[in-house]
């Protein structure tokens, strides 16, 4: 695959930016070579610099759900641009979105919109600490809530990637009130809820785990979760960054029929802009200034271009069948990759649920972190550049989702197999 202009900008963006780059993970560390840089996209495809067409199974992380530069979405951001991009006030459009997600999402009640995943996670456990009076919060090994200092404690995501879940520059004061736990241990929670009685403010966690790639939920693990936070008065909160309207309408409380007290939402509900949102009961939300004393603010909360993508994004996922559509192309596309495997005698773990997969490089069962770097990153890295050179785009690294798009048509996703079948039968 020619990357002469990619390498090129690549030199240049790193006279300016660290790495050349402005998130981690972009930097394609975990699978060797360098970034592609993208100039457009439209449906499932991006194209980069040096006319490279690629079949996008990243998704700018999840966030195009539709597909990128959806006709709907384009025409109504171009009329909102008319109207002005920032007031700084309240406007209907927040009003808006913030209805449309309180109808999908039973356990929520009042909503705040923020910028981004991580100013969520970090306000909506500052109010859980408001609300509670405690300041210890329980977080899962490998699963990720953004960049916050106490939150970057055996992170997910770029975290695991290269090998820093536990950031730098995160004093151990910040940290020592996170406690940390495996995912999906019901026992190791009880257990610090137990030592830690009456200190836990919020037990935090992705309802899929996410961020190491795909990993489910067991059976009994946010059931058991939901009772210990009611018994113990913990607030527990989902991270449904990535699952919000993802896994289904509702999100992965719907899906999994287990409610928490407080959400957080970020990616698709900006269709594509830098948007974030937690919501929860009214009782709790009503802590939050300039009601109670909880204080959150954000200069471009709410901005009205990135309400409007939201807005749209949502209009179209909730149209009849769209989210059987997405649940069958990613239970095809998992199955085909696994038969594959088998042809091939490759250890492999799928994962999959709704329209979110993962192939994971070893023949052990995935359920928590310790068994998510069990996995051969050498031998993803070398599916990934396979996949690539035949315009295929994973994410570049094994501790990522696949996302699937609406835009994914069958066509597509047949040529994804058939690149996979002389990828994985090299490997
Ligand atoms: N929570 C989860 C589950 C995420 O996957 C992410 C980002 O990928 C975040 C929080 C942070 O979101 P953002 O990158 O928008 O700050």
Redesign the pocket.
Known sequence: MKTVKSNELHTLASNFLPGGVNSPVRAFKAVGGRPLFIERAKGDKLYDVDGNELIDYVCS?GAMIVGHAHKDVTKALRDALENGTSYGTCTLLEVKLAKEIIEAFPSIERIRMVN??????MSAIRLARGFTGRDKIIKYEG?????ADYLLVKAG?GGITLGIPDSSGVPDDFAKNTLVVPYNDLEATLKKVKEYKGQVAAIIV?PVA??MGIILPKEEFFKGLREICTKEEIVLIF?E??TGFRVSWGGAQKYFDVYPDLT?L??IIGGGLPV?AFGGKKEIMEHLAPIGDVYQAGTLSGNPIAMKAGIETLKILKQPGVYKALENSAVFISKEFKKLAQKYNLPVYSTQIASLFCTFFTREQVFDYASAKKCDTKRYARFFHGMLDQGIYFAPSQFEAAFLSLAHNEHDIEKTISCADRVLQRL
């Open positions: 992380w981004s995943g991580t100013e969520a996670t699963c990720y809530h953004g960049h995501s992705e996410a961020n991270d960054v990535i957080c970020g990616k974030g």
